[in-house]
């Protein structure tokens, strides 16, 4: 099974566009996945990437916000890496 990670942000800067980007690299063991993202991300038509699972492997990801974290725009950069 996957053992799952929780994404949580707090203490956003206000009163700017604000960019968090991730870089998620898969260890050991395999299938860690990030289970909820913070609930106000939208990611548009596509939803919320599917990560890889394979050991060494990394996504990127970029979080924006404008309004302190109040909503985040996803979207899935790069896969696999």
């Known amino acids: ?3 799952g ?3 949580n ?3 956003v800067p206000t009163g700017c566009v604000f960019r968090l980007t ?3 690299k898969q260890g050991t063991p395999n299938n ?3 289970a909820r ?3 106000t991300t939208l990611w548009g038509t596509a939803g919320a990437p599917v990560l890889s699972t394979e050991t060494g492997k990394t996504d990127i ?5 404008y309004d302190g974290g109040t909503t985040w ?3 899935l950069v790069g896969k696999g890496f």
């Open 9 to 11: 942000t707090s203490n």
């Open 73 to 75: 725009f996803g979207s």
């Open 32 to 34: 860690q996945l990030i």
């Open 22 to 24: 991730l870089w998620i």
């Open 1 to 3: 099974g996957y053992t």
């Open 37 to 39: 993202w913070p609930v």
């Open 61 to 65: 990801i970029n979080l924006v916000t």
């Open 5 to 7: 990670i929780w994404l």
